[in-house]
């Protein structure tokens, strides 16, 4: 835990009101981020250089992680975030390689790279992913070392509170979907388009190769106060999280024990 206590320590530094709060409400996860990391690289860490994409790197939270840990460390994001002049600074006090690419869909500056990293982080993104994914997760495939990792966490679709608000919207017939007041009330590059079941995220990496290995573990990390506002939300959250099936949140490891053959190709337009 003593690097988590860094990462607050930075963020102290910074002052920034925006990154505290989203620390603050993801602390939990990035505790289990670094459990992972502990447990899965830990030994090798001593004696290899690994390489680590940490895509959407937004304040740099998961990247200084790796890097306390002892990786070689490309934060990837788009330029708005790099661009932050306390992201800059902080990605050179950690030596993290600053990444700006702004077209997620494409890499276009991942195009000539092969075989490169033994880990990639691909936190609270999945969900966001509003285009055809094919050609994204086909230079993923690439740019990943045989034996290498992909590291996803994502909400669960099954998620009680989200369960039991959809029934309430069909029911009154008030609404589908996303919501029109999450529309214009969140920035970001891309609402939850879409949040997956485990069945899903199986049947997903099934389309695109065979020689994925994924492994999901569903777990909760939003330590929620039972009392107003939203109370009836919380404890329907607190409900969920004691069952596997309806937690709030999945963590992904989708291994790539060998590359053999890619299955799918994007469609035409």
Known sequence: MEIIQKVEKEISISGQLNE???????????????????????????????????????????????SEMGFEVDGMDVSEFWNLDFVEKRGEKYGINRIIENDLAILPGFQKVSDHYDLIVFTEIFEHITFNPIRLWQNLYRILKAG??????????????????????????????????????????????????SKEIETYFKFLSDDFDVEIYPYNYKNYNLKPPFLIFKILSRIGNLTKKFADDLEVLVRLPQKKSWKIRPPKY
């Open 148 to 197: 290498g990792i992909i590291y996803i966490s994502t909400p669960n679709a099954l998620a009680l509170p989200s369960l039991v608000r959809t029934f309430k919207n069909l029911f009154f017939l008030s609404s589908i979907g996303i919501s029109v007041h999450d529309i214009f009330s969140k920035v970001t590059y891309g609402h939850h388009w879409k949040e997956y079941t």
């Open 20 to 66: 505290k709060e989203y620390f603050e409400f993801h602390k939990d996860r990035y505790a289990r981020f670094n459990n992972f990391l502990e447990s899965e690289f830990g030994d090798r860490i001593k004696h290899e250089k690994l390489k680590v994409l940490d895509i959407g790197s937004h304040y740099l939270h998961s990247s200084i992680i790796l």
